[in-house]
Nanobody, 127 residues
Framework: QVQLVESGGGLVQAGDSLRLSCAAS????????MAWFRQAPGKEREFVAA????????QYADSVQGRFIISRVQVTNTVYLQMNSLRSEDTAVYYC????????????????????WGQGTQVTVSS
């Protein structure tokens, strides 16, 4: 339904900043919410940050609160993840996800509710 392409990953040192981009397209876009998830080796894909497309309301995982900022530019169908004060534990493949439908709950962190995914972009933080 929604095609997502991530970019901006790379190798950085601890304390550095990096901005990821997710370019969205498709006949059903705009959608309900966009999010960033990440998956480190040997771990489940975990929620990082999300934003409601229309309202701009954001939600963050505790582990990135105060360090990462999710934003979107509606006119370009682009979602960004500004990552500051990066740590080695932020190392992961970062995936952009799109959620097409809302439900009766306010949370945006449930990965099973996201319908479309990008291929991911690798972020490696060296210490």
């Amino acid at each position: 339904q929604v095609q997502l392409v991530e970019s901006g990953g790379g190798l950085v040192q601890a304390g550095d900043s990096l901005r990821l981009s997710c370019a969205a397209s498709g006949r059903t876009f705009p959608t309900y919410a966009m999010a960033w998830f990440r998956q480190a080796p040997g771990k489940e894909r975990e929620f990082v940050a999300a934003i409601r497309w229309n309202s701009g309301t954001t939600q963050y995982a505790d582990s990135v609160q105060g360090r990462f900022i999710i934003s979107r530019v509606q006119v370009t169908n682009t979602v960004y993840l500004q990552m500051n004060s990066l740590r080695s534990e932020d190392t992961a493949v970062y995936y952009c996800g799109a959620r097409s439908r809302s439900d009766g709950r306010t949370g945006l962190s449930d990965r099973e509710k996201y319908d479309s995914w990008g291929q991911g972009t690798q972020v490696t933080v060296s210490s």
